[in-house]
């Protein structure tokens, strides 16, 4: 709930300021009025201009912390039942990790057409993986940040999604991938198909170049932007919704149904763009396996 001490736009961006660490340029005179020493320092950042100032090499510590965690639990949980299956009808968390398996699998089936192991173990890897990040969203906006500020941790964002980098970082992986088994499948063709489609004649080969080198780029970009998009947002609802608490007593409940509805709607959300993640996946690698 917003603080008595903070602005609503204070709050909104508190809520959106990631835990930074980078090292911040000699000269820089930080929010406490200390001046970072020749040669810089590496340091915790203490708001926005702190991070902004540290450049392209700060980690966002939560967004790693949350995801590399997800991925452990993911890891963890999959095993355990994995260790428990048995050839009787399966019950519980059993149950509900074979139809998720089941389910990715029978849609890798449908949408891959090449002839690889590797993708979907893969396809399981990013759903569930996506869903986990995406799921944090559903604690409540303030439950988290409270209890680690208790601590002497300002700054933390909890839902890994709404990172860029975090997405990004998960689409150039994919990226790498769809361009490794298009030199590995197709060989020389790849080449060609970069220069020869959709106008099969050498004096196209610029235009065909362009356009197919644009479109290649553009699948990373919009895979890793439209999962940051929509959780984004959607965070972003939750903070506007948490901050009518501030409002008044008369907005209590009229908060309290928006938080409610928006988390049930959001449901669906979290598990459609993950769903949407890992279907993408699968049809650029099966593109990529396309030898014809």
Not at 9 to 20: A, D, F, G
Not at 137 to 150: E, I, K
């Amino acid at each position: 709930m917003a603080g008595s001490t903070q602005t609503i736009s204070e709050y909104i961006v508190h809520h959106l300021t990631n835990l930074t660490y980078g090292k911040l340029p000699g000269g820089f005179e930080r929010e406490d009025g200390s001046i970072v020493a020749e040669g810089g320092s590496w340091v915790m950042a203490h708001g926005g201009e702190e991070a902004a100032a540290m450049g392209f090499n700060a980690i966002h510590v939560d967004s790693m912390f949350w995801s590399i965690t997800l991925g452990i639990v993911f890891c963890w949980l999959f095993r355990s039942v994995a260790k428990k299956a048995q050839s009787g009808v399966p019950s519980g968390v059993v149950n509900a990790v074979e139809m998720i398996v089941e389910f990715v699998d029978n849609t890798t089936r449908d949408t891959f057409h090449g002839h690889n192991k590797m993708v979907a173990p893969l396809a399981l890897t990013i759903f569930v993986w996506v869903f986990f990040m995406n799921l944090m969203d559903m604690l409540p906006v303030d439950l988290v940040p409270s209890l680690l500020a208790l601590a002497g941790v300002h700054y933390q964002k909890i839902v890994p999604s709404t990172d860029p980098n975090i997405t990004m970082g998960m689409a150039l992986g994919i990226f790498i991938l769809m361009l490794y088994y298009s030199i590995k499948v197709k060989g020389f063709g790849f080449v060609r198909e970069l220069t020869m489609n959709p106008f099969n004649h050498w004096l196209f080969i610029p235009v065909n170049l362009f356009m197919e080198v644009v479109g290649l780029l553009a699948k990373p970009f919009s895979l890793g932007l439209r999962l940051f998009g929509n959780m984004y947002a959607g965070e972003m609802i939750f903070i506007l919704i948490a901050a009518l608490f501030s409002a008044g007593w008369l907005w209590l409940v009229p908060a309290g149904l928006l938080q409610i509805g928006w988390a049930i709607f959001h449901i669906l959300v979290i598990t459609l763009q993950a769903f949407i993640f890992m279907v993408l996946t699968i049809v650029y690698l099966s593109m990529a396996h396309e030898d014809h």
